[in-house]
């Protein structure tokens, strides 16, 4: 049986795998990968056996720091990192929920003072059993994000 890849391999950098289909995108963003000189490919909803579909991301010349690993883990709770070096992946392992997270999200509260004031947003984490329950740090409004 061929097997084909419907994304080009990468020399050295990160892959970002079993993103949640439709979160691809809002990584990319959240890494702020378009506005850098790296070589970004981003597969959008390609078939995967344990999820449907999935989104996938190579950084080429990139590796994605530990910080940035949990920060990834609120739009994708069980993607996994691939360290690529010389066409090998020389680390793999699954980002990890933080506790709290800055800057990543915008409150859905209208009247939360970070929508009327130059702040950064703060939010308390936990995770359920198919969303991220999220707490603002400073309306204390709780809100789930649906990962799944």
Known sequence: MNKTLSVAAINEGTVIDHIPAGQGMRIVRLLKLAGQHNQVTLGLNL?????????LIKVEGREVSEEEANQIAVFAPKATLNIIRGFERVKKFAVTLPKRVKKVLRCPNERCVTNHEALHTHFE??????????????????????TF
């Open 125 to 146: 984490l936990e995770k359920r059993v198919h969303v991220v329950q999220l707490k603002c740090y400073y309306c204390e409004k709780s809100f789930a994000y649906d």
């Open 47 to 55: 078939p995967s056996k344990t999820m449907g579909y999935k989104d």
